[in-house]
């Protein structure tokens, strides 16, 4: 068996030799003519030539600048370290929205750059299309973010992948601003709210303290203290005015003491919406860096597409090898 097969082998590979050998002028006038019109149709005449140009960056790993900084509890997680697989991911999906394409495709008029007609039926498709077949966003092996923009013009290809980049990070900070902006709300309508409390209370205090109820553990032990000793000293008019004021305090002291007791702890609550306020309103109002750009993009000085070269080999040799096959079949049925 291994030997029939061997032999086999040979023989096709005798027949093939013979079948260049043969037909050697054919093959090279039929090679020729296939590379100089590989050559021809490979022109920016018939295929538009594009040009690369490329960003590379790096997500952050935190995105709240409140627990980054200002919370006490503090972040695991440094905003000058690179982030990892989930953040990177992240930043693919939102790159693959619509959110970017939308604003890159009216910003530069790509309707119009890509030659799309108005008026077509499927004009939308194809501008997408396009679109994704120009724009590729990939994750390198290092776990960073890889932006590549290919166009006809390569000053336009460096600033649209610069653009991406930047509108990358302005996304991010507008998707995270709308819910800030809501919880914001909510901590400052409760803080707000806490502050009226306090002051009420403390209105009412006050008022307490100009009937003379100031401490009234200290004062009704003082005055009980001070009433033994009028009483024993048989000082009628000072036990009378001890007694008024133990009336005052037996009347309104239950009420400084509920309230007392409800201020203190209404100042710890509002104390930490203190915090959550202050923490809720950077998040609404300030913005941090979500990407570390390692690499801007640039005007490419040669273009990147068509591989001219590459065409014209594959082109060259795919009819070279078709040729043999066609000439080894006319022989093989000539001779039969």
Known sequence: MTKTGNTEKNFASINLLHIIAKYKKHLIVITLVSAILAAIFSGPSFITPLYKSTVVLYPTASNSISKAILSEKGSDKDILEFGEDEQTEQLLQILNSNKIRDRIIEKYDLMEHYEIRPDEKYRLTKLFKTYEDNFIFKRTEYM???????????????????????????????????????????????????????????????????????????????????????????????????????????????????????????????????????EAKVDAEDNLPHTFIVSDAYKAEKKSYPIRWLIVLVASLSVFFLSVIILGLIDYTRKS
């Open 144 to 278: 960073a973010v890889k932006i590549t923009v290919f166009d006809k013009e390569p000053q336009l290809a460096a600033d649209m992948a610069n653009d991406v980049a930047r509108l990358l990070d302005s996304t991010i900070n507008q998707m995270q601003k709308m819910v800030a902006r809501e919880a914001f709300k909510i901590v400052e309508a409760e803080y707000l709210q806490k502050k009226e409390e306090i002051k009420a209370k403390e209105d009412s205090l006050t008022k307490l303290r100009e009937y003379g109820v100031h401490d009234y553990e200290s004062q009704a032990e003082m005055f009980n203290r001070q009433l033994a000793i009028e009483m024993a000293k048989g000082n009628s008019a000072g036990v009378k005015r001890l007694e008024k004021k133990l009336e005052i305090l037996a009347k309104y002291g239950g009420a400084y003491v509920s309230l007392r007791d409800a201020l203190e702890y209404d100042k710890k609550q509002l104390s930490e919406l203190k915090a959550k306020y202050e």
